[in-house]
């Protein structure tokens, strides 16, 4: 079980990602929701929620975890 701040943004992201226009179009969602976290969260929450996802992700819809795997391409670019 996520610690409360957690929880608090699994819960949001999972919101975002459903409530995205794009239903029918999986990669769009995926960018969608990618880009809202970016443009929109702390970076403390960005990592907080990759970190999360990586320790096994627990309660993320799979458009979540779609969205957080693109974020931390962002966040941690390959070198």
């Known amino acids: 079980m996520p610690k409360e701040s957690t929880a ?7 919101q975002i990602a459903a ?29 907080d ?3 999360y996802l990586e320790a096994g992700g627990e ?4 458009a979540a975890v779609d969205a957080i795997r693109a974020l931390e391409s962002r966040l941690r670019p390959a070198r």
């Open 8 to 14: 608090h943004l699994v819960k949001m992201i999972n």
């Open 49 to 51: 929620i990759v970190t």
């Open 19 to 47: 409530n995205c226009p794009y239903q029918d179009d999986p990669a769009a969602i995926t960018q969608a929701t990618t880009n809202h976290i970016h443009k929109f969260w702390a970076h403390s929450m960005k990592e």
């Open 59 to 62: 309660g993320l819809s799979p």
